[in-house]
C-alpha cells in the first residue's frame, strides 16, 4: 500500500510564500495516479484545493485560483503546492490524497500570521 507524508508546512506572513511537497513511498506513484491537496481547518470539513492528473492536467478551487500551483517531479514521487500571497484564511491543515487508492497523507500545518 503507497504511503504519502506531507511536509513544508510552518507559519509565514500574509503575502509570503511555501511550498508543500507529498511524498510518495512507491516509485512512479503519480505518473499512474492523479493527486489531490486538500485542506482543513479544524472543526470543518475538508475541501478541495487542487488536482494533477497523469496527463498533468490541473485544476484549481476558486479560491487558490490564480495563487497556488500543484505539480509533480518528473520521477513521479513527488507532488507539490506552491502557495503564492499567502492569506490568514489559508490557515489550515493540507493534505494530498490519491482517490484511486483511498490513501491519505497525514497533514500539514499551514499558518499565515502578522
Known amino acids: 500500500q503507497v504511503q504519502l507524508v506531507e511536509s513544508g508546512g510552518g507559519l509565514v506572513q500574509p503575502g509570503e510564500s511555501l511550498r508543500l511537497s507529498c511524498a510518495a513511498s512507491s516509485r512512479n506513484t503519480f505518473f499512474f495516479n492523479d493527486v489531490a491537496w486538500y485542506r482543513q481547518a479544524a472543526g470543518k470539513e475538508r475541501a478541495w484545493v487542487a488536482t494533477?492528473?497523469?496527463?498533468?492536467?490541473?485544476c484549481y478551487a476558486d479560491s487558490v485560483k490564480g495563487r497556488f500551483r500543484i505539480d509533480r517531479d518528473d520521477h513521479g514521487n513527488t507532488a507539490y503546492l506552491d502557495m503564492n500571497n499567502l492569506k490568514a484564511e489559508d490557515t489550515v491543515t493540507y493534505c494530498c490524497?490519491?482517490?484511486?487508492?483511498?490513501?491519505w497523507g497525514q497533514g500539514t500545518q499551514v499558518t499565515v500570521s502578522s
Open positions: 490524497n490519491i482517490s484511486d487508492l483511498g490513501v
Open positions: 494533477h492528473s497523469v496527463n498533468r492536467e490541473r
